[in-house]
Every structure is written in structure tokens, then in C-alpha cells.
Nanobody
Framework: QVQLVESGGGSVQTGGSLRLSCSAS?????MGWFRQAPGKEREGIAY???????RYADSVKGRFTISRDNAKNTQTLQMNSLLPEDTAMYYC????????????????WGQGTQVTVSS
């Protein structure tokens, strides 16, 4: 089992920035972020492997940056140029076997943190 604890989130205006952080109880191969807006499915937006390989959803590419500190078992999502469509509950995710942006079994999940972007 892996416990994930998120911090950050909040409310900003369009064009603003927010930073999300997530701390894991132990090392994991892959860490990432999903988000879920009201009435929509949960979607993967970014991941980073323990070797530093990253991937982003097209919707956030160029605006969001994911990073991790393997020694501390933490990851961070820097979100810039935020848009109203980025409003969602953001979930820290981790898994031990592989990385991906698809919603599959095998993830450990944080409790979620709300991000609200107003126009």
C-alpha cells in the first residue's frame, strides 16, 4: 500500500498559477496527476517516472510542469496560465509497474484537492 497526501490547490483567476504537491509514504515507479471536473470522467494530465520521463495531456502541455524528488518521495505540479476549463478536483496518483495517462486499475490515489479558475 502507498499513502498519498496532497497539498496546494485553491482559487485563482484566469492566467494565474498554482502549485500542487504530493507526498508518498514510500517510493513508487510512477507518479502523476489526474483531474475530474463535475459531470466528467477522471482524466490523466501528467506523469513522471522515477527516471524522469514525463508525459502530458494535450490540454495542459506547455502550461503545466511535473517534477519529483525521488529522495523525498514527493512530486509537484506547477500550473501556469490557468484557464476556467482547468477547474476540477485534482488527484495525486502513483503506481508501481508502469506509467500512463489512462484510467486503469492499479493506481494509488490521494484524497484530491480542488482547483478553481475564475474568468
Amino acid at each position: 500500500q502507498v499513502q498519498l497526501v496532497e497539498s496546494g490547490g485553491g482559487s485563482v483567476q484566469t492566467g494565474g498559477s498554482l502549485r500542487l504537491s504530493c507526498s508518498a509514504s514510500r517510493s513508487t515507479f510512477c507518479m502523476g496527476w489526474f483531474r475530474q471536473a463535475p459531470g466528467k470522467e477522471r482524466e490523466g494530465i501528467a506523469y513522471i517516472s522515477m527516471y524522469g520521463t514525463t508525459r502530458y495531456a494535450d490540454s495542459v502541455k506547455g502550461r503545466f510542469t511535473i517534477s519529483r524528488d525521488n529522495a523525498k518521495n514527493t512530486q509537484t505540479l506547477q500550473m501556469n496560465s490557468l484557464l476556467p476549463e482547468d477547474t476540477a478536483m485534482y488527484y495525486c496518483a502513483a503506481r508501481q509497474d508502469r506509467c500512463g495517462l489512462g484510467l486503469e486499475d492499479g493506481y494509488y490515489w490521494g484524497q484530491g484537492t480542488q482547483v478553481t479558475v475564475s474568468s
